[in-house]
């Protein structure tokens, strides 16, 4: 495959490839910018060795993203909200040859500099250029990100040039794909969720409104005045897009909110459904690289709660322990295979051999196909609860809290329990002005779930913890109820 | 890859899928009714061996496509309007081992029945249904289809899934994808261009209405009412629209008229372009599974007679007869390389040999790449003379001509017509002794060829002009029928 940006600047070199702040850069304009970078990172003589970026959402982000692409080099994207041991493991485990870092994470470079070459952006660009013609290495690994798996060890997710076209064909074949599109980005470029829209944006040949960070209010007014037509949120932005949108309706120009990152609450959906925002709830992960399967928006209404169906060259299958296929509605781990799957994590045989099987990768995640062909994921395996011999998954008790009218956002985990094994409990975060009593709380949940699904006790937080990418750190919220039994 | 009409009504079973009369089917309806039809077919125990169809544009038609994928069975697309020993070539030369044909072909059954399986539309629907559940043969070669080279001998060409689906892919993130598009199909299934539009069809979930033949006041009708978005047309089809279009505008809906099958007359570009009618200029080839290369509307205005850029995951390269790149605005030999390129010719050792170098496909066209890089064809396959859309090479109906005991030499070139575009024009040297009568000759060349094939007049003349190494001076005869032509 050719370099991506440079086949889409020859084709529409003068329509708008990204809009950041007060800027705006064509196809051309970006290639060109590109070009000059790619010109200053070739002299250093770099092998074939990835290139760490630890970048923010900016323009200057995004152009190394396309630079290291123009020379075939395989980007290790680290998310800042790390720490730096974290880094330096994933870097090493790497075997990142180079780390480029934003201007503003000047300490980085002096922890880092006596462990490998390290630059910021800055002095990236005061690089001389190479002279020589830009010299492309063999493309086959374009982006290595990092992910944690059960087991707590970070794994580095191989994403090839192939799962990322195959990707962005696989989600233009479901939600279309208009020359005049607007992809609005304030998920971190560091995350799949928005290194695919760049990847999406030069493959169709449409437009990025990159934002460093997510602010509702900025947001919500540029879905109202059309500014962009599409945007990837995960269930807390929506949530907070919901909360200020009153009577305001989106732009007609408006055609796709891509909601992903777990799954969302009912009645959030619910409400989109009836306030006609056009939500596609996808079910996809860094393996997948982005979007895995999708419910259209003419399916919301009938098909609550479901990611839908997997995407045009996409399959699933249920399994249970003995590895055969589930029927309709019983649940089993959610096994998967596409062009857009992962080849593997990086020098990590065990954990290849265990997630791959006769071409199919195993998730381990849960859920179920329902008899129409829709996917339904309970939960991430390891978030699973048992008690008493009884699964319970904490989205569906998530989604009861949140349906309260004074609770903003929930989370539910497993506490160790003498009795049951494990017992849920409950952390939430009260809508601004609220004063709801647990005790109220567990009564309304005692309405709707099964007596031995409503939580043991709930905790009153003022937020979430979440990471950059806003994904719930639901392991720290363990972490704090274990505590508590040790204690009991 | 599964089977695609299978996925897509999984997908979308309630959008529309073909309109054809007074009839419409679903996908979901198209599928049940294929997976019949493929299970009758399943019914005969089949080898892998490729089968040939000898249909119409009907909805009876697309179901035999459909069914064959579904069984995994290559299918050779025959063309009605050829002769049956033209047939039959290729029937031997594809092993096709069944030949089913439709109704109003019933004389084929009886000339062809000796010599292998044949059954009409009506016999395979009359047949027992497998109680098997259907099996799927290895997917790899979807379609084959015949397309005589300058030595006169047609040859299949290997058209696998992934060409098909690397063509559709193209097409759409040229011309976008819209959930609601129609595509209105009035070229015939058995070539390129309309077996391509049911491809897209699958793949992106967009409705076909099918003709059984081009009448520009009906498909007028159609553009103006908006009941198709999208129209794949040759350059007289496009005259003929024009011709009785008068003041009318086609519905906002229309958005895409992809126009193949050779170079348009730039006048006719032109009065497209001032009427605002999205004209997509496409150069492309049995070869290439369709588009290849396609001039954007927005350019149409300042590249008259360009046929634009490679599509997306397409490469094209000028060379000079020593195999080297020509410098822009130099013309040379049209050579091509992307996924949607076909394999090779099926039981051509050689032919393949010489079409294929270091991965790049040799077209045989010449033309030459602007400034800008957009291409312009000069001459197709250099004798390549293309009448209403069809394919004519010289070199096939030249060895009909010298196959009559009278006829010592001939040479066939295209004259322009004003209906056609071009038609062929035989000169033809005589056996010493010998006063053959030209309409005697037309007569013994209508036994043969297809009727469109057949010389519109002969010139009897003293000998074929040649230069020194006795090498057939073509371009003279054409000039001298162009003086014609402009006589006229």
């Known amino acids: 495959m050719s370099h991506w940006l440079s086949k889409r600047a020859s084709l529409t070199p003068n329509r708008m490839a990204i809009t950041f702040q007060e800027s705006t850069w064509t196809f051309s304009e970006l290639l060109e910018t590109t070009t000059l970078i790619a010109k200053k990172i070739q002299s250093l003589s770099l092998t074939n060795e990835p290139v760490a970026l630890l970048i923010r959402n900016t323009a200057k982000g995004i152009v190394l993203i396309h630079a290291l692409q123009q020379l075939g080099l395989s980007a290790v994207m680290l998310n800042p909200r790390l720490r730096s041991n974290e880094w330096e493991f994933q870097l090493k485990d790497s075997s990142a040859q180079l780390l480029i870092v934003d201007d503003q994470f000047e300490e980085v470079i002096r922890e880092f ?186 399916d919301s209404g009938r098909k609550i709660g479901s990611s839908g169906k997997p995407l045009f060259m996409n399959d699933i299958q249920i399994l249970n322990s003995h590895h055969e296929r589930c029927e309709s509605n019983i649940s089993g781990e959610i096994v998967v295979q596409g062009p857009n799957v992962t080849c593997g994590y990086i020098n990590r045989r065990e954990a290849n051999r265990d997630a791959f099987k006769n071409g199919w990768f195993y998730t381990g995640d849960i859920g179920y196909l329902d008899e129409e062909g829709f996917l339904y994921v309970l939960d991430r395996r390891s978030d699973l609860i048992i008690s008493g011999g009884e699964n319970i998954y904490p989205a569906e008790i998530e989604s009861v809290l949140t349906s309260h009218h004074a609770i903003l956002e929930a989370a539910v985990v497993g506490k160790k329990d003498d009795q049951w094994g494990e017992v849920p409990v409950a952390f939430a975060v009260q809508q601004a002005g609220e004063t709801l009593a647990e005790n109220d709380l567990i009564a309304y949940c005692k309405e709707q779930l099964a007596s031995y699904k409503v939580p043991v006790c709930v905790y009153f937080i003022e937020q979430l913890p979440r990471n950059a990418s806003n994904k719930l750190l639901r392991r720290e919220l363990k972490q704090k109820v274990a505590e508590q039994y040790e204690d009991h």
Chains 1, 2 share one sequence.
Not at 173 to 185: A, I, P, R
Not at 198 to 220: A, W
């Open 113 to 298: 500099e006596d462990k490998l070459s390290v630059l910021s952006i800055a002095q990236v660009e005061q690089l001389d250029s190479s002279n020589e013609p830009l010299i492309e290495h063999e493309r086959d690994v374009c982006s290595i990100m990092y992910t944690s798996g059960t087991t707590g060890q970070p794994k580095g997710v191989l994403q090839s040039y192939e799962n990322h076209f195959a990707s962005a064909v696989g989600s233009a074949l479901n939600v279309g794909l208009n020359v005049e599109d607007t992809w609005l980005c304030a998920v971190p470029l560091f995350h799949i969720s928005g290194y695919s829209i760049l990847m999406r944006s030069v493959i169709y040949g449409n437009g990025v409104r990159l934002y460093e960070k997510f602010d509702e209010e900025v947001v919500h007014q540029d879905l109202v005045e059309g500014r962009a037509t599409m945007i990837s949120v995960v269930s807390t932005m929506l949530t907070r897009l919901l909360n200020i949108r009153g009577d305001a309706c989106y732009h007609e120009r408006f055609r796709c909110m891509l909601l992903g990152g777990g799954p969302a609450a009912s009645h959030v959906v619910e409400e989109c459904f009836e306030a006609g925002i056009p939500v596609f709830q996808t079910y996809g992960m860094t393996e997948t690289s982005s979007q895995f399967a999708t419910l259209a928006p003419e």
